[in-house]
């Protein structure tokens, strides 16, 4: 078994590992030919005090976009499967930071392996200085023990309803500073109009069957010429309201308007006889057609929230959300210089897993 190379300057495979530091205890690499995947899951157990369970991270990047000079052997179909401890590689790319450069190659014994890096600085007269950093590796997975991890497996979910660019990051994480204190819960609801708002919540679910309309009938009708969903769609706020309750602290929502939807989906289409394919292929048709400003809403932990959020330290080059009503949400972190490869975060609804 043999793995060695050197590290692109850019320090991306240092900054992914930064990206999902906080997503769970263990972080899984695997390094093969042609790619170098990273995967990370956060489990109920992480992190008593703040529950959490479901949040899944995965990337998959060409090995030169992370590397030059790869070279890797081993009996397993030339791949390399690992775990390791994220906060570990952290201290590398500390040292890594102001180095001319890195290389990394696999050392030891298989009952006792580390992921070395020999990162090499320059002193004020020119002469380098090299620094060794051993990184425990938890684990070699085999084949099977790897997928057991399901850390690679990108989770089956049904198309999107909706699929937005969010504001940028830096936003994001200065709007969670304000909600601090006030909640544990944030529901995030966007529609096929550009607009995505936040709002804080209490954590509970309600069944909109149940709960009766916050707004009468008459005052609906003649407030609806401010809307944009038409003149029987609820507000963001009463959806939202209906569905999840308020937070027992405050209710608080920030609203982005202005936002790009972009088209990642084909609108589903009719048949020779013109029907659809499936009832929800009919209303997907519906809601893009006749119902673009009805809002989608799904609520999650502000602490995942805030794991999503340190993808900012891969510089992306653009985020997508995906969003599946009631369901789930995905993060796509478009990342520069890389063909268009992605850090994806997948977190379910709060009390879906």
């Not at 479901?54 to 030169?64: D, E, K």
């Not at 995030?188 to 309600?206: C, E, H, K, R, Y």
């Not at 609520?299 to 340190?310: A, E, F, G």
Request: with cysteine.
């Amino acid at each position: 078994m043999r793995l060695k190379a050197t590290i692109q300057r850019n320090l991306l495979f240092f900054k992914l590992a930064q990206a999902v530091e906080k997503v769970g205890k263990s972080l899984y690499i695997k390094f093969s030919k042609d790619y170098v995947a990273f995967g990370a899951n956060h489990g109920i157990g992480d992190d008593p005090n703040e529950g959490g369970g479901g949040l899944q991270c995965w990337s998959r990047l060409p090995a030169g976009a992370l590397f030059y000079g790869y070279q890797i052997h081993s009996n397993s179909n030339d791949e390399i499967n690992i775990e390791l401890k994220a906060e570990d590689l952290l201290l590398a790319m500390k040292s890594a930071t102001n180095s001319s450069s890195v290389t990394m190659r696999m050392t030891g014994r298989t009952a006792d392996p580390y992921l070395t890096f020999v990162v090499t600085t320059e002193d004020h007269l020119g002469n380098a200085r090299p620094i060794t950093l051993d990184i425990p590796i938890l684990k070699i997975l085999t084949t099977s023990g790897a997928e057991d991890t399901h850390a690679f497996d990108e989770p089956g979910i049904d198309d999107p309803d909706v699929y937005i660019m969010p504001p940028q990051l830096d936003r994001l994480r200065n709007m969670l500073t304000s909600y601090k204190g006030l909640c544990d819960y944030v529901v995030i609801s966007a529609n096929l109009q550009g607009d995505m708002v936040f709002t804080t919540s209490n954590g509970d679910v309600l069944d909109d069957r149940d709960v009766p309309s916050l707004t009468p009938p008459q005052t609906r009708a003649s407030t609806s010429g401010s809307r944009r969903g038409g003149a029987n769609e609820p507000s963001a706020t009463e959806q939202i309201m209906r569905r999840y309750g308020e937070a027992e602290k405050a209710q608080v929502e920030t609203r982005f308007s202005n936002l790009f939807n972009p088209p990642l989906a084909e609108p589903p289409q009719r048949n020779a006889n013109g029907t659809y394919n499936s009832r929800r292929d009919e209303l997907k048709a519906d809601r893009t057609i006749n119902r673009p400003g009805k809002f989608d809403s799904v609520m999650i932990r502000v602490s995942d929230l805030q794991r999503v959020l340190q993808s900012q330290n891969v510089r992306p080059q653009n985020v997508i959300c995906s969003l599946l009503d009631n369901q789930s949400i995905l993060f796509m972190v478009y990342m520069r210089d890389t063909d268009n490869a992605t850090l994806v975060y997948f977190i379910p609804q709060a009390g879906c897993i």
